[in-house]
């Protein structure tokens, strides 16, 4: 059951093995709360990614470092609204990472207007102090100052795929700018949503709606580690040196323990649920061990 081979000699106990928590079903309320909490932070991270993308945004790991850090934003969002439906909570993210795709495009567009505004009224003070200098007949170079601004986000954008975007020693551009773009868009969705399963999976209690945590956890002996598999009926073949048990319970303890069992450079070696009286017998073992 810890490690190695496992050899069952006589079976679990009934009260050793327990069911899981049910998978929680498709929450309206709290996914409309989960979708309105994850808009502004899909919008005021794109603001800062595309602040950070002027100055370095290294290919394929800016966008999934950015998806990442937005899956830790809703992670939050996901525990404050309680949130425990997986589809649920990996649409809204997919849906909020392609906003903060979309809208670090927004803000460069915004950016570029007023740079292209900012450089109009310089050209025309710079106008005005050679008027006074020299009359109007002096004035020159003043056209190359006067930029027009992008109409308009879509014109912005083709401009851009003009220009093109450096990749490695190649310029992409026209279709190919475009098919980055997606790219980098869907690997910060794709992140985003990852991260975010992760917290949605996480166990959750219904009855006194608290989020599972850990309750007691340390590091085994092989010794310690066969006498407390043997004590939930199980023999252990080859048991390692030590073992880091943890034990995880709602706030309340009215539902099955989650137990998990790692080796060495933290291979899960088990994983499972555990009735309350299982995980009674558990906490004897661990108790003034860790």
């Not at 030590?242 to 319970?249: E, K, M, R």
């Amino acid at each position: 059951m810890f490690a190695g081979r496992i050899t069952d000699v006589s079976g679990p106990p009934a009260t050793s093995i327990a069911q899981p928590p049910e998978p929680a079903r498709f929450q309206l309320r709290r996914g409309a709360v989960f979708a309105c909490l994850a808009v502004p932070w899909a919008v005021g991270l794109s603001w800062l990614a595309a602040r950070a993308e002027a100055v370095a945004a290294p290919l394929v790991v800016f966008p999934l470092a950015v998806g990442l850090v937005l899956a830790g934003l809703l992670g939050l969002s996901l525990r404050a609204c309680r949130l425990t439906h997986v589809r649920t909570a990996m649409g809204v993210a997919l849906c909020a990472g392609l906003l903060a795709a979309a809208g670090q495009h927004l803000w460069a567009y915004r950016s570029a207007v007023v740079r292209a505004q900012r450089r109009q009224i310089e050209a025309e003070a710079e106008a005005a102090r050679q008027i006074g200098r020299q009359g109007r007949g002096a004035v020159v170079g003043i056209g190359e100052l006067l930029v027009e601004p992008p109409g308009s986000l879509w014109e912005f954008m083709q401009g851009e795929a003009r220009v093109g975007r450096p990749l490695w020693r190649w310029r992409a551009r026209g279709p190919w700018a475009w098919f980055w773009w997606a790219i980098d868009a869907l690997l910060l969705a794709g992140a985003a949503a990852w991260g975010t399963r992760w917290f949605a999976r996480w166990p959750y209690c219904p009855r006194c709606e608290s989020w599972y945590r850990t309750i007691r956890a340390g590091r085994l002996g092989s010794d310690a580690v066969a006498e407390l598999a043997a004590g939930l009926g199980q023999s252990v073949a080859g048991p390692p040196d030590s073992a880091h048990v943890q034990v995880i319970s709602c706030v309340g303890g009215c539902g099955p323990v989650l137990l998990v069992v790692t080796g060495p450079a933290g291979r899960r070696v088990w994983r499972g649920w555990l009735s309350p009286a299982a995980a009674e017998h558990v906490m004897t073992r661990l108790a003034g061990r860790c």
